[in-house]
């Protein structure tokens, strides 16, 4: 049975005065920074160094301070959490804050997202349903955004427009896309927009950064068909953001990231070379009249 004080595990308690909370963690939005806040809480009251804590996890100290700092591809792991737990005698509680951090809808997915996206070297994704952000006109990124009933649509506009300046910046990542031919065929907009988005396609794959690819309808039962993931990397390594209704997720589990790249080369397998696909797109678009 765990020995914690009920008490003492209130965020009020955790982020008072006698421990002032490190800036830009959130605990009240995000799992893994309140495992951050806890994780230094429990250090501080015990009187521990960063050293000293990192002697009981198992680590070093730098790698204590970036997990109460909630750097990304820094999070605790599952023996890390189960020898604090341990250590203070938690009975568990760690070990269940990283294991429903992993398992969990994080509701900060989003920003968490695109940090990875503005450091990456090189961005793999893989889209069954739409054009990828980062690919869309103004035109498709706001019928997307009245369709998901987005509070502010014109502010989502403007952001995901933004984000584009990604793809020409000096130290622009490498992005390889593979998309479903559901994607360049489903009239998300009026035939003359279509036209547009499709053009930008066009346009984009011709960029000395970008490999872009189409699955075609004709490789059949597909693996693509189980839906739509992007695979980042960074400096520190990969990490995996997978769609999900009504928002998403990232992973920095190397088992999934591992499987995902595989599912990447598996689907680029069955798609169109970046000549036969800009074909297709030409092709598409002459339907759109």
Request: aromatic share 8%; with cysteine.
């Amino acid at each position: 049975m765990s020995r914690i004080d009920p008490k003492l595990h209130t965020l009020p308690y955790l982020m008072g005065e006698s421990m002032a909370p490190v800036a830009g963690l959130d605990p009240d939005r995000n799992l893994w920074h309140w495992i951050a806040v806890e994780l230094r809480f429990w250090r501080e009251r015990n009187g521990l160094s960063l050293t000293q804590m990192g002697r009981i996890m198992g680590c070093t100290k730098a790698t204590v301070s970036n997990i109460e700092h909630g750097l990304p591809k820094h999070k605790m792991s599952s023996d890390h959490a189960k020898q604090v737990d341990e250590k203070f005698d938690l009975g568990g509680h760690f070990q269940r804050l990283v294991r429903y951090a992993r398992s969990g809808h994080d509701p900060d997915w989003f920003r968490a997202h695109v940090v990875y996206e503005q450091r990456a070297s090189v961005i793999r994704t893989y889209e069954a349903q739409v054009v990828p952000g980062l690919l869309q006109t103004p035109a498709y990124a706001r019928a997307l955004l009245v369709a998901g009933k987005a509070k502010d649509v014109d502010r989502g506009v403007e952001q995901r427009m933004s984000r584009q300046s990604l793809l020409t910046k000096d130290d622009a990542p490498y992005l390889w896309v593979i998309l479903s031919q559901n994607v360049i065929d489903w009239p998300i907009v009026e035939p003359a927009e279509m036209r547009a988005q499709l053009a930008k396609l066009l346009d984009i794959s011709e960029y000395p950064n970008v490999t872009l690819r189409i699955l075609p309808r004709s490789a059949g039962a597909s693996i693509g068909l189980e839906g739509s993931f992007k695979v980042i990397t960074v400096r520190e390594g990969d990490v995996v953001y997978m769609e999900a209704c009504g928002g998403g997720r990232t992973s920095e589990d190397p088992a999934e990231i591992a499987e995902r790249r595989v599912r990447f080369d598996q689907i680029g397998a069955d798609a169109l070379s970046r000549s036969l696909s800009r074909d297709l797109i030409r092709t598409t678009m002459e339907k759109f009249v």
